[in-house]
């Protein structure tokens, strides 16, 4: 099945769509299985509350712009935040942002459908994390997505098994991806103003249309399997670390330099917010809390 500029097989938006559901689903199940194998005296094991949202597109009142499923699970006893969205949303671009988007200064309308996945943990020694994928169509047609650890206290051995994770699934796709979005990852992860990167990296891409559109999407299904797996046995790993007020400080500051890139510069929060989307959702994740020195 080839992806030519705007003809898209109907059958391919659902096909995403619904593998970005069952993701959603299989990634709440594991972190609430994480959440149950911990043993703590004042937390009760965590539990994803799920519910529907719907958007309407404000360029034509009245009509559903489509919606998700937005899933956040709170003060959990490993995960004090994390959140799993899934959204499918239609409609057209403002003419401020059509220039922006490939395709949309042909024609402004557009679909998308997505995942996006952030955790907090408790504990300052497990790491933060984020990953997203997502299917964009104007008129053209590309997936996106990535991931990156952002650790407070980096571990070689979880940086190695995080990487080698995502590496595995660029190779079966393609033998320079991982090198080429590890690099785009390093330089899109990086807060200029702070001169630092946000974490250990990982991998960034975009606007993918390889033309073997089977192939590109089994790459993001690939990808979405491995990045949980590993992260999941680095949190299992680092979960019973003993940690102190100062070790959690480090780590209120560290949500702070997460929070000023998702805020100043990362591309899913602009989208999201010029495309009129559910702003709980978008800005879901921003720590529970954060400090700055």
């Known amino acids: 099945m080839k992806l030519n500029d705007g003809a898209v097989p109907l059958e391919l938006k659902e096909t995403t769509k619904n593998w970005f559901v069952k993701l959603q689903k299989h990634i709440c199940a594991v972190l609430e299985e994480i959440e149950n194998e911990f043993q703590h005296q004042t937390h009760l094991p965590g539990r994803f509350s799920c519910k529907p949202w719907k958007r309407i597109d404000l360029t034509?009142?009245?009509?559903?712009?489509?919606?998700?499923?937005?899933?956040?699970?709170?003060?959990?006893?490993?995960?004090?935040?994390?959140?799993?969205?899934?959204?499918?949303?239609?409609?057209?671009?403002?003419?401020?942002?059509?220039?922006?988007?490939?395709?949309?200064?042909?024609?402004?309308?557009?679909?998308?459908?997505?995942i996006s996945f952030v955790a907090h943990p408790m504990n300052p020694f497990v790491p933060a994390v984020h990953f997203n994928t997502r299917h964009i169509l104007t008129s053209k047609g590309w997936f996106g997505g990535g991931a990156d650890l952002t650790p407070t206290f980096a571990f070689d051995e979880d940086t190695k098994d995080f990487h080698d994770a995502l590496r595995q699934s660029c190779d079966q796709y393609h033998p320079d991806a991982y090198a080429k979005y590890k690099l785009w990852c390093d330089e899109y992860f990086y807060i200029p103003h702070r001169k630092e990167m946000r974490g250990v990296g990982g991998i960034f891409f975009d606007y993918i249309n390889s033309g073997d559109t089977q192939g590109d999407f089994d790459f993001l299904k690939a990808l979405g399997m491995s990045f949980i797996n590993a992260y999941a046995m680095i949190v299992r790993r680092r979960m019973h670390e003993k940690w102190t007020a100062e070790d959690k400080y480090k780590q209120l500051i560290k949500r702070g330099r997460y929070a000023e890139f998702n805020l100043l510069y990362d591309r899913g929060t602009r989208f999201g917010l010029m495309t009129n989307g559910n702003v709980e959702a978008i800005l879901m994740s921003l720590p529970p809390v954060a400090a700055w020195i």
């Open 60 to 114: 034509q009142p009245n009509q559903e712009g489509g919606g998700g499923i937005m899933g956040i699970l709170e003060n959990g006893a490993v995960f004090e935040k994390a959140g799993v969205n899934t959204s499918t949303v239609y409609g057209e671009f403002s003419k401020e942002f059509c220039h922006e988007i490939p395709g949309a200064d042909k024609d402004p309308k557009f679909w998308a459908s997505g």
